[in-house]
């Protein structure tokens, strides 16, 4: 199955034969993308984080997934999409959607985080709005928006580079447990499924 990104102003699009629901794109949507792991300060606290989501009710995180595992998308640019769209597919079906004969009780949120930071923040509301009207009801609870300034987590999330969106695992306590960005590989989700099921 094959999904592109367009211009902001254009839709996302799949394939019929997709079970992934459809999901219009904003200003760019972040998702688990991977090139190696623990480039970030593994075992510090993930910094607190005030996002919206699509009723613009503010949820703190880590402290709102608390007692549970989180997997915390973010991206700060448009220009990361190549990679984004490569692990669309396989953490929606692994982790949301389990279309499988016995489902896995994986005690984990996911989130998607579209960050909002300098000019862009002018189209912080529109895209809320867009993707409110567009976004398929089973994903909507996994998008959450970010707006304010960059620079308080670019130290500790170590967010060197905007080019590219960065994850991060999170186990019950909020500590950072594993951390990458890039393209997907079945490894690395395969490592954040062992990691979570432990």
Not at 12 to 41: A, C, E, N
Not at 47 to 65: A, C, R, T, Y
Not at 76 to 93: F, I, L, R
């Amino acid at each position: 199955r094959l999904y592109y990104y367009k211009t902001p102003v254009q839709h996302f699009i799949h394939q019929k034969t997709s079970t992934m629901p459809i999901l219009r794109s904003i200003l760019f949507i972040p998702l688990f993308v991977f090139t190696h792991y623990g480039f970030s300060r593994a075992g510090n606290q993930f910094p607190e984080l005030k996002v919206e989501n699509l009723e613009q009710k503010v949820i703190n995180l880590p402290g709102f997934s608390k007692g549970k595992y989180c997997l915390i998308g973010l991206a700060y640019s448009k220009k990361a999409e190549a990679d984004m769209q490569s692990w669309m597919q396989p953490v929606y079906d692994l982790f949301i959607n389990q279309n499988t004969f016995i489902p896995v009780d994986y005690n984990l949120d996911v989130f998607f985080v579209p960050m909002f930071t300098g000019t862009n923040q002018v189209m912080y509301q529109s895209a809320m709005k867009k993707t409110k009207e567009t976004i398929d009801p089973e994903l909507a609870s996994h998008v959450l928006f970010y707006q304010g300034s960059i620079d308080a987590l670019k130290s500790p999330l170590n967010l060197k580079d905007k080019n590219v969106p960065y994850f991060f695992v999170l186990d019950e306590s909020g500590e950072i447990v594993y951390t990458t960005s890039g393209a997907f590989t079945q490894k690395k989700l395969d490592q954040i499924e062992r990691l979570v099921l432990e």
